[in-house]
């Protein structure tokens, strides 16, 4: 119930369709019942039987003509509602996902390093397709069946109250009982079914992006087989689902059938007691039998709503997530004059990385910090990017705690070159602008040469509209590194953070960056990490860390 509360909650901005949708749903299920009413009705007239109140001019023709326009009727409100209902659906939906990219982005880098992104991707792929099921064929079928009820027992009332009771509890019985004693029996099953499938769609996508890996080494048809077997699990789990759906469905024709013979004998006990005419007696068991299409809808949500409601809980586990460092929007707004940490020490998944770290950043200095793989130069970087919470009083830009200075500020601020350069499947010129978009081509030509990258560029017959395939696939590691050099210096930060810049370069090419870099540092402060003694070269000072 809390989970379909707060989906519910997300209709907020397209309440009045939804309203609409009901209100033509209702009117649509009404219109279906009173054919069949309408007609019994006219052969009740046209034999003289007693019947419910109606004019007394009203002849057979009249209820025929009314059966005829209610049968136009609803074939366009059923057609207005699908409409509505479906808009609201999709709507939501491109809603949802703007909402859920909002809230990765708030959640990146620090939430999302523990996150498999198989997973993440089934989350925003077939987690978000099915609430379509909730918000399309629950949520407004589950308010329309609600009125249609109402209304089925108001005109069996009109008979005689004990019709009006068992409209009521047929429509209970069918609508709302069957489907949540059936849920009981899925939910969990549904709920590991979601879960599993978010993890076969990570091992699937890590065997397809390791697959020359394991061609190499012949490990490819034992990964075939896990697949096979995760594939068969899968299916079984949906067989078992479908078997119980099917049983729900059986059921639910059932209740159908004895609730609408409970109606019969009623009516049969009622005139035989003369207690209400012929009329009064057939017409609310054609009228009960007639209106359980909303009820017969709900009740066949009962196996698969379980499944919708662990997607929905996937997905509002992911938007409502805290982050690691909130966005900070009424802060402090600093010139850049230096950066510095103060007996820094920080802590992750319980094991120190950092103790006691006070380093200084000046403009017009390279810093070098260096230290074996694990002693934390990475983390230090990312604590002066605020991707992880430092402890307060020991990080500061220009003399402002970094936890004070406002997001879209401290991202002015700084550039941060990773070790891991992601390449968006687009052109190298539209990566290297990622660092600012917007800037002119001889300013992103000026960047990649300051990064070695335009001699190789200019070589390629696409020049800078060179895709770069999925993942930068088409380019080497070093030349994925230049790149996202090339990203750094355009963006062209007063403080330049540079995680292993030169990894994979050649002798070379280091030499062209680093030579850059001298050349940059008088407007900028620029710390640069590595364990290559040649890069440290280039730094002013530098510091080894150990141990913490």
């Not at 039987?49 to 025929?64: D, H, L, N, Q």
């Not at 190298?428 to 990258?453: C, F, H, Q, T, V």
């Not at 509209?465 to 380019?475: A, F």
């Amino acid at each position: 119930m809390k989970i379909m509360a707060k989906l519910i909650l997300l209709v907020g901005p397209l309440k009045g369709f939804l309203a609409l949708a009901v209100l033509l749903g209702a009117l649509g299920n009404i219109a279906a019942a009173a054919i069949p009413v309408l007609g019994v009705w006219a052969l009740l007239t046209a034999a003289g039987a007693g019947s419910c109140p109606a004019p007394p001019e009203w002849t057979p023709a009249v209820f025929v003509s009314l059966a005829f326009l209610a049968g136009l009727s609803r074939g366009v409100f059923r057609y207005g509602e699908q409409t509505l209902n479906h808009y609201i659906a999709f709507k939501l939906l491109a809603l949802i996902r703007e909402k859920l990219f909002a809230a990765l982005r708030r959640l990146c880098p620090a939430k999302l390093e523990g996150k498999e992104k198989g997973d993440l991707i089934a989350v925003l792929t077939s987690d978000i397709e099915l609430l379509e099921v909730f918000y399309a064929h629950t949520l407004s079928p589950a308010a329309i069946a609600l009125l249609t009820t109402v209304a089925a027992a108001g005109l069996a009332w009109l008979s005689h109250p004990l019709f009006a009771l068992i409209v009521l509890t047929a429509h209970i019985a069918v609508g709302a009982a069957l489907p949540v004693s059936a849920s009981r029996f899925t939910r969990e099953e549904q709920r590991r079914l979601r879960e599993e499938s978010g993890r076969f769609s990570a091992f699937y996508l890590d065997s397809l992006r390791g697959l020359p890996e394991l061609l190499e080494y012949g490990g490819a048809e034992a990964r075939k087989r896990e697949i096979g077997r995760r594939t068969d699990e899968m299916d079984a789990a949906r067989r078992r689902l479908n078997r119980r759906e099917g049983a729900t469905g059986a059921v639910a024709g059932l209740l159908v059938t004895a609730f609408t013979l409970l109606a019969l004998a009623a009516a049969c006990l009622l005139y035989g007691q003369g207690r209400i005419a012929a009329g009064a007696a057939v017409l609310p068991v054609v009228l009960i039998f007639s209106s359980f299409g909303p009820a017969l809808a709900l009740s066949a949500l009962g196996s698969a709503l379980p499944g919708v409601l662990a997607a929905g809980r996937r997905v509002l586990a992911l938007l409502e997530e805290d982050p690691e460092t909130p966005e900070v929007t009424n802060g402090e707004d600093p010139d850049f004059s230096g950066a510095e940490s103060r007996n820094l020490s920080f802590s992750y998944g319980g094991e120190e990385v950092l103790r006691d770290i006070s380093i200084s950043l000046e403009k017009g200095l390279i810093t070098g910090i260096t230290g074996r793989s694990g002693s934390g130069k990475s983390t230090f970087l990312k604590l002066l990017m605020r991707f992880w919470r430092s402890p307060e009083n020991t990080v500061f830009i220009s003399g402002a705690e970094i936890g004070r200075i406002n997001t879209g500020r401290l991202r002015e601020l700084e550039s941060f070159m990773t070790q891991e350069t992601y390449l968006f499947h687009t052109t190298i010129g539209e990566n290297i602008l990622i660092g600012r978009p917007g800037a002119s081509r001889a300013d992103m030509i000026a960047a990649a040469k300051k990064a070695a990258l335009h001699d190789f560029v200019q070589s390629l017959p696409e020049g800078y509209d060179t895709p770069v395939g999925e993942m930068g696939c088409t380019l080497s590691s070093g030349e994925r590194q230049r790149v996202g050099l090339a990203r750094a210096f355009l963006h062209d930060a007063p403080l330049l953070l540079l995680d292993e810049p030169t990894s994979n370069l050649d002798s070379l090419n280091e030499g062209v960056i680093l030579k850059a870099l001298r050349e940059e540092k008088s407007g900028r402060a620029v710390a640069l990490v590595s364990h290559r003694p040649s890069t440290m070269g280039a730094a002013d000072t530098v510091y080894l860390l150990g141990g913490g």
